[in-house]
């Protein structure tokens, strides 16, 4: 059995139809994401200074705590790193900030070493690496969690920064 044929001006029309649905769908996704982006305004907090392990250790970091995040949301975890090592009451280095006792769960479970020994994501270097430089969309944030956690402040992607 052969099935029906259709008309190019019917063709035309599921085309039409499904160029439409899938505007729509990006439209929809685009609101969703705005919507979780709380407007932000760079800054530059001021550099400091760090060897390569500890652009390493922060990318590492950063790929474990928002790897899947956008670019923005993975610079201002690094971010709240380094205003944590400004601030002082965490730790006078890269290293000792991150494996602060109860700070970021990544660190203390091992996740942090793991993705550090194995080299982390190009992108996480250059968010480390930026992050580093000053860069900052959180101002002086120093903590962060989940958006679903309930905390107000500046939310990126899924995080939200005080």
């Known amino acids: ?3 029906e044929g259709k008309t190019t001006e019917e063709i035309k029309a599921q085309e039409e139809a499904k160029k439409a649905l899938e505007q ?3 439209e929809e996704k685009a609101k969703v994401e705005a919507s979780r982006t709380t407007a932000t305004v ?3 907090n001021g550099a400091v200074t760090g060897d390569v392990n500890d652009v390493l250790l922060l990318a590492a970091l950063i790929q474990s705590e928002a790897g899947h995040e956008t ?3 993975q610079v201002s975890v690094g971010t709240v790193v380094m205003n944590r090592l400004r601030n002082g009451n965490y730790g006078n280095t890269i290293y000792s900030v991150i494996y602060a006792k109860g700070q970021f769960g990544p660190a203390g479970s091992g996740r942090v070493a793991t993705i ?4 982390p994501k190009a992108i996480c270097i250059q968010a480390a690496q930026e992050a580093m430089n000053g860069t900052s969309y959180i101002g002086t944030a120093t903590h962060f969690r989940n958006i679903r ?3 107000a402040g500046i939310v990126i992607g899924n995080h939200v920064f005080w």
Request: glycine residues 16%; neutral net charge.
């Open 1 to 3: 059995e052969l099935g």
């Open 71 to 73: 670019y923005a949301g």
């Open 24 to 26: 729509r769908a990006a």
């Open 116 to 119: 550090y020994a194995q080299r």
């Open 149 to 151: 956690s309930g905390y």
């Open 42 to 44: 760079e800054t530059n």
